[in-house]
DNA sequence: TATATATCTGAACGTGCGTTCAAAAAGTAA
DNA sequence: TTACTTTTTGAACGCACGTTCAGATATATA
């Protein structure tokens, strides 16, 4: 019984948010249209209404799992010092938005597309990923490893400048990305010490 | 004869462009119609072209002169030390962009919406406004004052991190743009240093 | 096999889009 | 005041939008 009779939504679901992701990462929310995706998928435009009660949930899902994953992804281990969380936090924010460029976009892109309710939420699990990352920095000038102003600007600057990373690293290029992540991480190390 | 007969263009052509820029920022390109500017502009939606053949080059004309702006108002004096220059950049681009929120969300977010051709022209405008932030970093390198692995990577990573102010900065909150630019120059020069 | 459920199609709904253009209005010059 | 130019209106064009839904189709259970 864990699948109900006639059911393929299992395969169309999917299939309806990865064609949504990939569309409103390439054209942008208002001007992708239901049809759009339906076509992406290989369904009529009607058929997207089994797994979406409208086009807004459809980007609200998107972002909030994102954010989830990228909440569930961040582990940090309070044992290590300070110097080591933040290279591993440096490792994995870059790596991580590496590896999902579209959901990124979208996360940062088409916030002003949610209603004020769903923002407010997606903005919550922003602020709880940019937590993690204060923490290490409080942490680190309590233990007198690092030294600065103002861990909140300090948050903000560094997850800006690594998030930076996925507007122009492209596979194959000059670097590799762990060259550029080795860099990244010599220059915020250097930024709050 | 500065002036043609029955010309009043010289203020609604202005108004025009501001209204663009006021909505466009705030719901995006594709979200906002040209009845809309145009009733902004308190005018029917028919004379909006007389002053711009389509909506693509409303847009375009907007990036452009932002970007013109930008590499205009940014002077860098070589015969200061490589810290000098680097300090007055970081304080130059924080203000400049502060000033100007608008554009600089345009500049960023509707890139995809410009043809490939006007696309190639913002981005050289905007890689211009990259090397002369590369060039001091360069110059700091030579001088032995900074020590960077890689200069365009520290520049694109600098750049990210400044224009991040505008994303959370207001105007009345905790610190003052004085407070928060010291703090990020003290940053920048440490992460080059 | 027959029955029941889940899924999809295809057409339709009202609405708003970017753009065009003839005619009207407003302004300037003589 | 008259002649002329610039600017704006207001209606119209064909098209695409998000969403709904009755009916058709596909799949699973018994």
Redesign the pocket.
Known sequence: ?A???????????PKVREAALKLFARGGF?A?????I?AEV???????????????SLLFDLMKSHMTELLAAAVDNAGQSAGARLDAFVGFHISFHHARPDAVFIAYMELRNLTPENFARVEALRRQYEDGLESILRDGVAAGAFRVEDTKIATLAIIAMLTGVNTWFREGGRLSLEEVTAQYRGMVRRAVT
Chains 1, 2 share one sequence.
């Open positions: 019984m699948r109900t009779a006639g059911s393929h939504s299992d395969i169309t679901g208002a992708v249209s239901m049809r759009a339906a290989g369904v009529q435009a009607g058929a997207l209404y089994n797994y979406t009660p409208d086009k807004q």
